[in-house]
């Protein structure tokens, strides 16, 4: 019996099993791209060669200086068809007026974004898990959110959608997809 139960545990231990999206997956980002990440300090002069660790208090203090935003909360690697590639979410806000804020909820596949770095421009941001003290990507996504949009009460989550429209810091409507243009 003894010797079954050894078994069990080298089997066990000896299997590298990964899992993405339980925590922020930080772990499993390269040497190369962990130099890309910073704390963001301002809003200003912001480089696409970098990826932004931002609040949702940063994040709503910034919605409130624009007329119109989209907030833009995803997974990199996302296969779903409501997942556009990062191109589509800026040429929207381009041709209709809106400061588009592209935030990661993690770094699980973060090479499948930073891939189609050659196809947009606007800056990377992440979600501050630090600011939180929490790795746990459902925890810390739900305490980002209510930062910005100013609620107590994880029920108050709009939960239909990723893409939030601002005007100022009030929310307007929450999506899946982006209406044609």
């Not at 930080?26 to 912001?46: C, R, W």
């Not at 009460?153 to 009030?170: A, L, T, V």
Request: aromatic fraction near 14%; hydrophobic fraction near 35%.
């Amino acid at each position: 019996m003894k010797k079954i139960v050894f078994f069990l545990i080298v089997l066990v231990s000896s299997c590298s099993i990964q899992v993405n999206g339980y925590s922020d997956d930080f772990n499993k980002v390269s040497v190369e791209n962990k130099a890309k990440i910073v704390e963001l300090k301002s809003f200003k002069a912001l480089s696409p060669d970098y990826i932004y660790k931002i609040s949702g208090k940063q994040l709503r203090t910034e919605l409130s200086k624009h007329d119109k935003s989209i907030v833009y909360v995803f997974k990199n690697g996302c296969t779903s068809d409501y997942c556009k590639p990062m191109m589509h979410y800026e040429t929207y806000a381009k041709k209709n007026g809106y400061q588009l804020f592209l935030v990661m909820n993690g770094y699980a596949h973060l090479d499948d974004t930073l891939g189609q770095r050659n196809s947009f421009e606007s800056p990377l941001f992440v979600i501050n898990t630090d600011y939180y003290q929490n790795h746990i990507r459902a925890t810390y996504t739900k305490l980002f959110m209510r930062d910005v949009l100013a609620i107590q009460s994880d029920k108050e989550i709009p939960e239909n959608g990723n893409i939030y429209i601002f005007e100022g810091d009030m929310l307007i409507k929450e999506t899946r997809e982006l209406p044609q243009y």
